[in-house]
């Protein structure tokens, strides 16, 4: 395996890792085991802002991957296609949706559309990184 093709697949496991985890694991169990749903959700918010984070850079470096290996024929590929999706999807969320719930907490109509619309993100993110693991052979020529 070629050293591009591991550290492909090494930033996407983080990447799809940290997704999964913070959307299944850690935000339900948060909301389960904590009595204030304010500070479960504040501690929700906060990781989802890490998670952001990490999205960025970590979709950032898959884009470079592809960059480095096929110059501009890497939007031939439809993984270098559902990266930028992803990366798209991420920068929404991070930059558009969470800016705005943290804002309109006391309007409960408001930030009950948006958190329905940031947990939709969320889950499509969650079916792009299976997609992405599932189908990781980033050497192939797929088109």
């Not at 969470?98 to 559309?113: F, I, K, W, Y």
Request: glycine content about 8%; some cysteine; charged content about 15%.
């Amino acid at each position: 395996m070629a050293p591009s093709a591991t550290g492909w697949r090494i930033v996407l496991t983080l990447w799809a890792g940290a997704v999964w985890t913070s959307g299944f694991v850690v935000a339900p169990m948060l909301f389960s085991v904590l009595d204030d749903r304010q500070l479960a959700g504040a501690l929700a918010g906060e990781m989802f802002h890490a998670v952001g984070w990490l999205g960025l850079a970590c979709l950032l470096l898959l884009l470079c991957f592809e960059a480095l290996a096929r110059g501009a024929r890497m939007w031939r590929r439809w993984r270098a296609r559902l990266v930028a999706l992803a990366l798209f999807v991420t920068a929404v969320a991070h930059f558009v949706v969470r800016p705005l719930m943290a804002g309109m907490e006391a309007e409960a109509a408001a930030h009950g559309t948006l958190h329905g619309l940031a947990s939709a993100l969320q889950l499509l993110l969650s079916v792009i990184a299976l997609v992405l693991v599932a189908w990781q052979e980033p050497d192939a020529e797929d088109g």
